[in-house]
C-alpha cells in the first residue's frame, strides 16, 4: 500500500497535496507532504494554489477549514469521512446564536467572539458575522491580546481549558472569568457583570481534559528532573503545575531544541509523544498518561488514505469535504482575521 501511494503520488505531482496533522500514525505523517499544527496546516492550505487535491489527514474541522481557505478549483478530501473532533461538536451555529443573545443581554454589547480553530464551519461563521475571529493554540496570546484591544469581552468557544489558560497567561484573574452552559443556557460568574473579561464555552477536549493532577504529582515524583510540559487543552490547574505549555509545535521544538539527557513528561496525544520519542533516543522522553489518544486522528489508515488517492484517479469524490458557499463566505472572514495576526 505504501507503494502504491507513493506512486499516485508520483502520478499526480503537484496536482496532490498531502496535509498531516501532528497527531496522525507514523506511517502517514512518512507519506505527508506537509506535517503541522493546525496554525501551520490552515496556512499551507490557504497559500498552495497548485494542488486541486489537498487530502488531509487530520480531522473534520481541519478538512473544512482547508476547503474554506482554499480556492473554488481545489477539492479537500478527509479519508476516513467519521474523523471528527468531539470537541468541536459541542458547539453550534444554533447555540452559539442564543448564548449571544442572553450574554449580550447580561453583559453588554462590547463582545468579541473567538472561536477556537477546532471547531465546525458554522461557528466560524458565527463568529465571522459578528466580527470576531478564529484562534489556535499557536496564536492564542496574540489574537486573544486583539480581542482585548477590540472589545473590552471575549466569548471564547469552544474550548473553556484554551480560553482560561490564554487569559490567565495575559493576566486576566481567574474572578473575571464566566462560564457558559449552552445545555441549561446558563452563564455563572462570581464578579459584577461590568467586571467580566472573558466568557467561556463550556466545551474541552477529553483526550487533554481527562489529564489529572493525580498524573502530574506522580510524573514529578517518579521524575523530579524531568520538565513536564503540556498542550493548553489541558485543565488551568494541570498547566498551573507543569513546566510549559503550548500546541503541538511547542512540545515538538521544546523537545528539539534541548540539550541531550534531558528528560521531558509530556502531556499531549500518543502519537506525537511517541515519535518524539523514537527520534530522540538521546533524551529521556515519557508521556504523561498513556491513555492521551484521539481515536479519531487515529481513524486515518493506509488503507482509507491509498482508496482516497485511487478515488481520485477515477472521479470519484465521495470523500470530498465542502462548506456551502455562505458559511465559508462567512466564516473566511473570522478565518482571515486571525491569519493576519499570525
Ligand atoms: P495544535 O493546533 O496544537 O496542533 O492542536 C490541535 C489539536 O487538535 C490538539 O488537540
Ligand atoms: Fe479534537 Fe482533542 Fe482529538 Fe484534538 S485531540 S482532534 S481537540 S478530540
Redesign the pocket.
Known amino acids: 500500500m505504501i507503494n502504491r501511494i507513493k506512486e499516485i503520488k508520483k502520478q499526480l505531482g503537484d496536482d496532490l497535496l498531502i496535509l498531516a ?3 496522525q500514525r507514523d506511517e502517514i505523517v512518512e507519506l505527508a507532504d506537509a506535517v ?6 490552515a496556512q499551507i492550505a490557504e497559500e498552495n494554489k497548485k494542488a486541486k487535491y489537498i487530502v488531509f489527514c ?2 473534520h474541522f ?1 478538512a473544512e477549514t482547508a476547503d474554506i481557505l482554499s480556492e473554488d478549483y481545489q477539492r479537500v478530501f478527509l479519508p476516513e469521512r467519521t474523523s471528527g ?1 468531539p ?1 468541536a461538536d459541542m458547539a453550534d451555529r444554533k447555540s452559539a446564536e442564543k448564548a449571544w443573545d442572553i450574554i449580550t443581554k447580561e453583559l453588554g454589547e462590547s463582545i468579541v467572539p473567538i472561536t477556537y ?2 471547531s465546525k464551519a458554522e461557528v466560524k461563521a458565527f463568529c465571522g458575522v459578528h466580527d470576531g475571529t478564529t484562534v ?3 496564536n492564542a496570546e496574540k489574537v486573544v491580546k486583539w480581542g482585548f484591544s477590540v472589545k473590552d469581552k471575549i466569548l471564547f468557544l469552544p474550548d473553556q481549558n484554551l480560553g482560561k489558560n490564554t487569559a490567565a497567561a495575559l493576566g486576566v484573574d481567574e474572578k473575571y472569568m464566566a462560564l457558559y452552559d449552552q445545555h441549561t443556557e446558563k452563564l455563572t460568574y462570581v464578579c459584577k457583570p461590568e467586571e467580566v473579561k472573558m466568557i467561556l464555552w463550556n466545551g474541552y ?1 477529553h ?2 481534559h481527562n489529564i489529572t493532577e493525580e498524573k502530574v504529582r506522580e510524573a514529578r515524583n517518579e521524575n523530579p528532573d524531568a520538565r513536564i510540559i503540556v ?3 489541558c485543565k488551568h490547574e494541570i498547566v498551573k503545575m507543569c513546566d510549559g505549555s ?6 515538538i521544538k521544546a523537545v528539539e531544541n534541548s540539550d541531550k539527557n534531558t528528560k521531558w513528561v509530556i502531556g ?2 500518543y502519537n506525537l509523544v511517541q515519535r518524539l520519542k523514537e527520534k530522540f533516543t538521546d533524551r529521556e522522553i515519557k508521556i504523561l498518561d498513556e491513555e492521551s489518544i ?1 481515536t479519531n ?1 487515529n481513524k486515518t489508515t493506509l488503507e482509507n488514505l491509498c482508496e482516497t488517492l485511487e478515488d481520485i484517479l477515477k472521479g470519484d469524490y465521495s470523500k470530498q469535504i465542502t462548506v456551502d458557499r455562505q458559511t465559508a463566505e462567512e466564516a473566511v472572514k473570522a478565518l482571515d482575521t486571525m491569519l493576519s495576526l499570525s
Open positions: 496533522h501532528h497527531y503541522g499544527d493546525s496554525l501551520k496546516l487530520g480531522v481541519m473532533c470537541m480553530i477546532n489556535t493554540s499557536g477536549c483526550v487533554h498542550h493548553p487543552e503550548g500546541s503541538t509545535t511547542y512540545l499531549t496525544e484521539c486522528m
